[in-house]
């Protein structure tokens, strides 16, 4: 928590202000199944959030870091936002018309993954879809800095990535209604200097327990 934090009150708007390209195509495929009401575990300073607010989906939020929730309130992210990990879900016992997480999952570590899929896949409505976007190895930090663990790697001070690829998408949601994945490459908006990093776009359904 602290390093988030600290991340925030240093940094502030440190990826711009733009959606996300995967939170724009995560927002459209919402729209055509006339999805009401998300839950964005991670919603950070709200960049994301924005751009189904402004296409009339309510938004339920959780952050982490109380800065970001400020920054997100500056920026006029007017939504529900619980403070806290996402490894305190659930907040609420509301099941969503579905879910997106951009950026969070690969920094958790395997045991915080596992628990962070199910309550997310728990909080889904029957028939509904989770979408997460996470880091590929494909990304340009792969294999930097000190590993951890089989492709975890601590890249810099304080930020711990696990990098998935086919296998390990497979492997951790195939037991709550994997759909498809694919590759996005992310521009950094912020900055056209840097590099794009490659992250996996990961879609879920739940069954709706109809035979």
Known sequence: MEFWESSFIEKQTMWGLEPADSAILAKDFFLERKVKHILLPGIG???NAKVFLENGIDVTGIEISQTAIDLARKNGVDCKIFRGSVTEMPFDTKQYNGIFSHALLHLLNKTERAAFIKECYNQLQPGA????????????????????????????????????????????FREYGLVEFSEIDE?????????????????????????
């Not at 976007?133 to 696990?162: H, I």
Request: net charge positive; hydrophobic share 30%.
């Open 45 to 47: 300073y709200g960049r």
């Open 187 to 211: 521009p950094n908006k912020d900055n056209d200097n840097k590099p794009p990093i490659t992250f996996l776009m990961i879609r879920c359904k739940k069954s709706t327990g109809v035979l």
């Open 129 to 172: 879809y989770m979408i997460f976007t996470t880091v590929s190895k494909k990304a340009p930090m792969f294999g930097k800095g000190k590993q951890l663990d089989k492709d975890y790697f601590e890249t810099k001070e304080g930020v711990k990535l696990y990098f998935y690829d086919a296998d390990t998408i497979r492997k951790e």
